[in-house]
């Protein structure tokens, strides 16, 4: 692109979910700004992600400066004021990244794209928090002049899985999720009953997520032994490799589901009342989402009968 600015940065803190959500808009505003240096803010544990996806030149951590940190916010400020960025792409959107927006003032400003008040390419549209987060940030991106956001794809995010020796049929599960949000989770109870049924369908049942989540893979192998504990043990680079390889997922509203997903694999996403699929479901090449207002009430049978054919033999 002729005159592109030599500078841009792109604000995404995390969590995994949503991050894996703006890769999409991240590979737009790399193809967009054609030789331009872009700078990625972001949180620790997702820099793997980003460095692997070649949509950014450079990666700051975000230090997360407490409110009372002063020393923290004027090393940050000294940071963002000194970097030259000719444009900034907000991708957070949130009270935090709009304390950022606000620490290049006084002076000249980069341009902005977010919804700080007093940004260059506002997304003022009063109906962006009912928008699922994939169209949200896409009307975002062309109201700052970028037509074209294509859906995550993580098909560069491959790594060696051979050492983890499993066989050529197998799903994965993931449990878990935040700890704070339990109505998120479908019953343990159930997953074990599941892993025992992908069992006799000829799939290896493989738990994955993180090492937090252990005692969860713990209890689903009591019930069904053939089962395969991974947790903690993947990089979200495995993880992706991991999905592209096996026959379908099954998981709650969690980070993990949207990388999977985004890796192409058919995978199947148990949905409560606590969360809105209209607003972020995970996308990708076969999606089902399943939806109860307790998931107590979603059974083994369900999630069964709607496994995809690749996962439905014997």
């Given amino acids: 692109m002729s005159g592109a600015p ?13 991050f894996v959500q703006a890769l999409g808009p991240m590979a737009a505003i790399r193809r967009h700004h054609q030789g331009a240096r872009i700078v990625l803010i972001t949180a620790p544990g997702l820099d793997e992600l980003a460095r692997a996806s070649g949509y950014v030149d450079e990666i700051w951590l975000d230090a997360r400066p407490h409110a009372w940190d002063v020393g923290g916010w004027l090393s940050l400020r000294r940071r963002l004021r000194a970097a030259g960025f000719a444009r900034v792409y907000d991708l957070q959107t949130s009270d935090r990244s709009g304390w950022y927006f606000r620490l290049f003032r006084p002076g000249p400003r980069p341009e902005w794209s977010g919804i700080a008040q007093g940004a260059s390419h506002p ?22 002049g970028i037509a074209e956001v294509p859906l995550p ?3 560069w995010a491959e790594a060696d899985v051979s050492r983890f020796g499993l066989p050529a049929a197998f799903a994965l599960l993931v449990p878990g999720g935040a700890l704070h949000r339990p109505a998120k989770r479908w019953p343990l109870e159930r997953y074990a009953e599941l892993a025992a049924a992908l069992s006799r369908k000829g799939l290896k049942p493989v738990v994955v997520g993180s090492a937090h989540e252990t005692l969860l893979a713990h209890a689903i192998r009591a019930f069904e032994p053939d089962a395969v504990d991974l947790t903690g043990r993947t990089s979200l680079l495995e993880l992706a490799s991991l999905a592209r390889r096996a026959a379908l997922t099954i998981g709650n509203d969690t980070g993990p589901m949207h990388l999977i997903a985004a890796a192409g694999c058919p995978a199947i996403v148990l949905f409560s009342r606590d969360s809105d699929p209209a607003l972020c479901a995970p996308r990708g090449r076969s999606v089902t989402v399943l939806r109860r207002a307790s998931l107590a009430a979603l059974t083994v049978e369900d999630v069964l009968a709607a496994l995809p054919e690749a996962g439905g033999g014997g």
Wanted: proline residues 3%; aromatic residues 0%; glycine residues 8%.
């Fill in 6 to 18: 030599q500078r841009i940065l792109v604000i995404k803190l995390g969590a995994l979910g949503d």
């Fill in 123 to 144: 997304h003022a549209n009063p109906l962006r928090d009912g928008m699922h987060t994939i169209e949200r940030q896409a009307e975002q991106l062309k109201l700052a």
């Fill in 153 to 155: 794809d993580v098909a």
